[in-house]
Nanobody, 127 residues
Framework: QVQLVESGGGLVQAGGSLRLSCAAS????????MGWFRQAPGKEREFVAA????????NYADSVKGRFTISRDNAKNTVFLQMNSLKPEDTAVYYC????????????????????WGQGTQVTVSS
């Protein structure tokens, strides 16, 4: 069982930055692939970024590539999402998720691949 708690959301002006954190419980955190998703009002949840359990591979949605960076610190059971050059369209509730599944490369962008989800943290970008 893994519990995930996100933090770091807030209100920021367009062009600003935020760093989201996701703290995980459980001693096997380092064996989980991790992802960030977001859901804006009236829209479906969408993939943002993912990272393999060792952190050697990262993947991003086209909409955030070059602006967002996902990373993890397995010693601290934490995954991060550094968000730079934020835009109003980045406004959403951001969720972190953990997967014990295999075949990362074919599944990292699919929310059904993830076993555990956090409660989410609100990010609001004003224009």
């Amino acid at each position: 069982q893994v519990q995930l708690v996100e933090s770091g959301g807030g209100l920021v002006q367009a062009g600003g930055s935020l760093r989201l954190s996701c703290a995980a419980s459980g001693r096997t955190f380092s064996r989980y692939g991790m992802g960030w998703f977001r859901q804006a009002p009236g829209k479906e949840r969408e993939f943002v970024a993912a990272i393999t359990w060792r952190g050697g591979t990262t993947n991003y949605a086209d909409s955030v590539k070059g602006r967002f960076t996902i990373s993890r610190d397995n010693a601290k059971n934490t995954v991060f999402l550094q968000m730079n050059s934020l835009k109003p369209e980045d406004t959403a509730v951001y969720y972190c998720a953990a997967s014990s599944g295999t075949h990362y490369s074919g599944n990292y962008y699919r929310d059904v691949w993830y076993d555990y989800w956090g409660q989410g943290t609100q990010v609001t970008v004003s224009s």
